[in-house]
């Protein structure tokens, strides 16, 4: 029997994670069972308990690939001169689909789903904990090198700072929830761009 490659595994693990953000997207986490994920991901259900044991194995596996994919955005941000914080808040909302973006899951629900869960699940809620202090951490060092670079005002705090910029992503999740197409990436940056500057 020949051996499985190290990508077909990871395509197969991407195919589980896919439906199971669809499912989550759709019906929320308790609504959600490893049944319905089984047939979203056209596998056997074999298939996909080899790569996820239980729906918590999902929902953790979901939240840290969103959270990766957010700590690389502000990783390229400190490289780029023209940044700012407008921008920085901008580009981590479209790098995450909060917006409806085409063949993407809108991530809006599985996020505000997120958070409850952390109360409940240990193991949730630390790497929730941690990736958000990575954050606040890497936005502090963002304000400072904007400052730095005259992008916003000279006696801005950046460790101050960096908690209230982080609040305007986590709250435009919820705004998107609440009041949907009505808040938009543009309309934020217009409104950040005027209270920070840059």
């Known amino acids: 029997m020949p051996r499985v490659s190290d990508e077909y595994r990871a ?3 991407a195919q589980v994670l896919d439906a199971a953000r669809r499912c989550f997207a759709a019906d929320g986490f308790h609504q959600t069972s490893m049944d319905d994920v089984i047939r979203a991901s056209g596998l056997s259900a074999g298939a996909v308990y080899q790569y ?3 729906k918590d194995e999902l929902i953790v596996a979901a939240a840290a690939e969103a959270l990766a994919e957010i700590r690389a955005t502000l990783d390229g941000l400190g490289g780029t001169r023209t940044a700012s914080p407008a921008k920085a808040v901008v580009e981590v909302l479209r790098t995450v689909p909060f917006v409806h973006v085409e063949g993407a899951t809108d991530v809006t629900r599985i996020a505000l789903n997120g ?3 952390a109360l409940r699940n240990p193991q949730l ?4 904990h941690d990736g958000y202090a990575a954050f606040r951490t890497q936005i502090a060092a963002l304000l400072r090198t904007w400052r730095d670079e005259g992008a916003v005002r000279a ?3 950046p460790d101050a700072t960096a908690p209230i910029l982080l609040s305007l992503v986590l709250g435009y999740v919820v705004q998107r929830a609440l009041f949907g197409d009505e808040v938009d990436p543009a309309s934020y940056e217009r409104g950040i761009t005027d209270l920070l500057g840059g």
């Open 115 to 117: 958070w409850t869960e």
């Open 52 to 54: 996820f044991r239980s």
């Open 11 to 13: 395509a197969r693990r």
């Open 125 to 128: 809620h630390a790497l929730v």
């Open 155 to 157: 006696g801005l705090d």
